[in-house]
């Protein structure tokens, strides 16, 4: 196994894909010759060429709207859209298209696309480059959003969001882009969408968070741990929606106290429905009202602000004492 | 300040053959065998006549609302028609007697229309895409599947409707510009009818054509009289044949006009002015290629008139049948179909709550 960062996690991923299936074909803003803004298709079209990795011109929905025609005939598109605060432009064909043609078809058409895109702030970037909408997504039948954590599991839900039949949004947390190396097997690996994983048990308290607030939770888990003697059990959730709740409603159910963290904003966020599944399965297990640690209603501020309105590992702990104090 | 004037490929050509009086331009007649010109035919009075029913069953209250394709026969059937089977058919939302040359049903028109989702399903043999509502925004679809048909190395072509109000919508330029980079095998068919509801075809743009706003992206566009099925057939074959050889996109906007109403929720009269609808009836599709047929022997009064009773039988089976079919349609349980390829966890909650819900009900 090989340490990598989840770029070359996501790179590793397309490189094996496209290789295993010519019906792939990534396209997107500068993703051929210059190898992705990021680098996350670093090398593709030198291997696989310009017919199969594609610099597509200076349009969103173009992009999109394109890569739903190639779906309908059968081609699996994993467009890039190179931040997610661009993708507005997209989301009328995603939302009017992508998510219904299965439905509106009668099943005679699908689309097996995948539309990635770096998201979320922590990067010191400009305005527009640090967003995180994957609730506006969420709200969106017919689309299945994921966000990855670390570059494994990076790795492992893109090749299933490749091979999956439906629409797939594919936020990557920009800030964990490079921030740490992680062992990933060279050998195909996959892990399932819709389902949440437990990445630290524990008893007292359950911490549900994603992307890359789940290092900042992870963090405050570590810090409650040696400061506090208190034991948190953390859930990643890994696809937002469809949103495995069995998991984190089953662990609420043990530890009856809960801090959801994410630095979307919020209200109307992911957070408020991970909040009602558990007041609709968990409610009488429930020991504190359950608290959100999140970004503000706000735009997110330009960088100087930026570590003020992402939950910190500080932040959460606050608010995992005051759930324990209830 | 002298100037170096840059050569463009800025022509634009008008093709008119079948004039509205039933005269036919000999050196520009097309060769097209007699079965096929009688196809042509009968399907655009199926689309004219189903048109008029759908009309009355709206009046009615069977039907909800739908939009008319009275007027724009030749332009729809006359493009169609250079299609092969394997080719790609991609509509916008009036387009019902192009649907049904490609093999739609009446049945599947009718449901659709009475809100019923079944009306949206095609068969599977059937390179047809669904209707498409928002204005404008099939058109990246038809160039994607292009794209595909390339990369496949397939002989195929798509076909893609939309009319003048479309050409103001962004994702009609990022198309035909996409069409132009990738050189896919796409058809743009414009049916230019004048109107957008109430916005007349002179200000939704400036252009004196919009068979020019091809040329902005590397295509070649040309306009046609819509009401002339010999000239769109014409322009359509030649485009069908350019990028089936590889030639690349064309636009041929056809100069034609919506008769009836926008939807049937709209009422034109007040916009427009009936002088100009009076102008356009003295310009009608059906009845000058009725006396170009005529002319040619193919069609005598007798066959018009046992066409008429055929069509008139054909819709009204179809008409009964569906009506028929429709009191076993509505299963709610039936609206969780097809969203996904599989039902997550959650929307099987959320049926079964429907279930139960149904099931007390039925009580």
């Known amino acids: 196994m090989a340490k990598m960062t989840m770029v070359q996690a996501i790179n590793l991923a397309l490189h094996q894909e ?3 299936d010519d019906s792939v074909v990534v396209l997107g803003e500068d993703v051929g010759w210059d190898g992705g803004v990021f680098r996350v298709t670093d090398g593709l079209i030198e291997k696989f060429g310009e017919q199969r990795v594609i610099d597509t011109p200076l349009a969103e929905s173009g992009i999109v709207g394109f890569s739903i025609g190639m779906a309908l005939y059968g081609l699996k598109p994993v467009c890039e859209i190179q931040f997610s605060g661009f993708s507005y432009f997209a989301f009328h064909q995603l939302e009017s298209h992508a998510a219904r043609l299965r439905w509106r078809s009668g099943g005679r058409f699908h689309v097996p696309m995948v539309m990635r895109a770096p998201y979320g702030g922590g990067v010191r970037a400009l305005e527009h480059h640090s967003e995180s909408r994957e609730a506006v997504y969420a709200h969106t039948p017919g689309l299945k959003i994921v966000i990855p954590s670390g570059p494994r599991n990076a790795r492992a839900l893109l090749l299933s969001a490749i091979r999956d039949p439906d629409p797939v949004i594919f936020f990557e947390p920009k800030a964990v882009y490079r921030a740490f190396r992680e062992e990933v097997p060279e050998e195909e690996e996959t892990l399932p969408l819709g389902k949440s994983q437990i990445v630290l048990e524990g008893k007292d308290v359950t911490l549900i968070s994603y992307g890359a607030m789940l290092h900042e939770t992870l963090e405050a888990a570590s810090n409650l741990q040696k400061e506090d003697g208190v034991e948190a059990e953390v859930i990643d959730l890994l696809t937002i929606s469809p949103l495995d709740d069995t998991l984190f409603t089953e662990s609420a159910r043990k530890t009856g106290r809960v801090v959801v963290v994410h630095e979307a904003p919020r209200s109307f966020g992911p957070g408020a429905e991970v909040v009602s599944r558990l007041v609709e399965k968990s409610f009488l297990y429930l020991e504190a009202p359950i608290r959100r640690v999140t970004g503000f209603d706000l735009i997110i501020p330009l960088f100087q602000r930026e570590k003020v309105y992402l939950p910190s590992a500080r932040r959460i702990m606050h608010a995992v004492r005051q759930t324990l104090d209830f | 300040m002298p100037k170096t004037e840059i050569d463009l490929p800025y022509r634009v050509e008008y093709l008119s ?3 509205q009086h039933g005269e036919v ?3 520009l007649e097309p060769d097209i065998p007699d079965e096929l010109l009688l196809k042509l035919h009968r399907a655009m009075m199926m689309g004219r006549r189903l048109d008029e029913r759908l009309l009355q069953l709206q009046r009615q209250g069977r039907m909800g609302t739908f939009a ?9 059937i006359g493009a169609v028609a250079t299609l092969e089977p394997s080719d790609w058919f991609v509509p916008a939302f009036r387009e019902m007697a192009a649907e049904l040359w490609r093999g739609k049903k009446i049945e599947h028109v009718i449901l659709l229309y009475a809100g019923y ?6 068969h599977s043999d059937l390179n047809n895409l669904p209707v498409a509502i928002p204005v404008g925004s099939q058109i990246l679809h038809a160039v994607g599947l292009s794209y595909a048909m390339k990369y496949r190395k397939k002989k195929e072509v798509a076909m893609v409707f939309f009319g003048d109000g479309a050409t103001s919508q962004g ?3 990022e198309a035909l510009n996409f069409a132009g ?8 068919v414009c049916q230019n009818n004048h109107w957008a509801i109430s916005l007349p075809r002179a200000r939704q743009t400036r252009s004196k054509t919009l068979a020019q706003k091809a040329l902005a992206y590397g295509a070649p566009g040309i306009q046609v009289d819509g009401n002339d099925v010999l000239a769109v057939y014409t322009a359509a074959k030649e485009a069908v044949e350019r990028a089936r050889a590889g030639g690349g996109p064309t636009m041929i906007e056809c100069l034609t006009y919506r008769m009836s109403v926008h939807t049937t929720a709209d009422d034109p009269k007040r916009y427009r002015k009936e002088e100009e609808v009076k102008e356009w009836l003295g310009r009608d599709a059906l009845i000058r290629f009725q006396k170009y047929l005529k002319n040619k022997g193919l069609l005598s009064d007798d066959q018009l008139e046992a066409l008429e009773e055929e069509i008139k039988e054909e819709i009204k089976t179809a008409v ?6 429709m009191k076993e349609l509505g299963n709610p349980l039936d609206m969780f179909e097809h969203l996904y390829a599989e039902l997550p966890p959650y929307l099987r909650e959320q049926r079964r709550e429907l279930e139960l819900e149904l099931q007390e009900a039925g009580k």
């Open chain 2, 117 to 122: 989702n079944e009306g949206g399903e095609i």
């Open chain 2, 25 to 27: 331009d000999k050196n």
């Open chain 2, 171 to 173: 994702d009609f330029h």
């Open chain 2, 320 to 325: 009964d049948e569906t009506e028929k079919r």
């Open chain 1, 18 to 20: 496209m290789e295993k």
């Open chain 2, 68 to 76: 008319p394709i009275i007027g724009q026969e030749a332009a729809q």
């Open chain 2, 181 to 188: 980079v990738f050189q896919t095998p796409t058809v743009f």
């Open chain 2, 17 to 19: 053959i079948l004039d």
